[in-house]
């Protein structure tokens, strides 16, 4: 029997959890916060940055991990990904296998497990955006003056991975708004089964975060996380908030 989106997901997790090379206290909470999603489809965690960042950043690598397994193995007809921030996303604006200091809030440099996230994701990132067009879209949104607000040498690093012939998945979608508010800082990814017909199983996983470059330690963060049944009653709500705030500021079809 063919196994569902859901199962093959939390399969290829498992396994890109077992082979997440972090300390054994941060994989287990990650494992823990995982495993929440048995019961509820979206919880918090509160507490410091230098706590929150690994577990929280770690599960969304890891979830990148799995998609870009799942599309590898043909196990998704579609992947839909923004990555909606003030400014455009890290991975994006720091080399490769990097974590330059200008990608990060001064209370994070030197903090080993806090820069571990940011050079994992210049990988899953990348390794996205060099997936199968024909499933794959990886949208990077922000306010229209978030580009401004990174340095010229990042700026630079971002419009080349934009001009990259390889980045075959990855949009530019800059934003008419402002500003984004803190609750929509993060991620949201649709995954849709390679199961034919209207029925195909689609799945959301989403993070409400903080970047790298704003966190201090000046006050307790909430991070929340969300995954499940894209119509899920907890679900929905999210990623009505998210759909509208994108719509609202672009034009663009983002077919979210």
Known sequence: MTPTLNESLQTS???HLEAYNSTKEIKQRI???????SIVKTFEL???DNKLRPVGVGMQTIIEQAIHELIINRSLEEVVAVIHTKTPATPLVSP??????EAMSTQMQGDIAREKTIIDRTVTVRNLAKCDPEIMTLYIA???SGLQNRTSDQQEIYLNELGKKENKCLKDLPLSHETMPDDLVGASYILTGADAGDESEQLYFGLRAVQAKDAGEEKTKTWTFWLGELNNAEIQPR???VKTYLDKGTDVNISF
Do not use: V
């Not at 823990?32 to 999603?37: D, E, Y």
């Open 239 to 241: 990623y009505i908030e």
């Open 13 to 15: 997790i498992s396994r």
């Open 46 to 48: 509160t507490g410091d």
């Open 142 to 144: 922000y306010p229209k």
């Open 31 to 37: 494992s823990r916060c995982f495993g929440r999603f």
């Open 96 to 101: 490769e296998n990097t974590a330059p200091p």
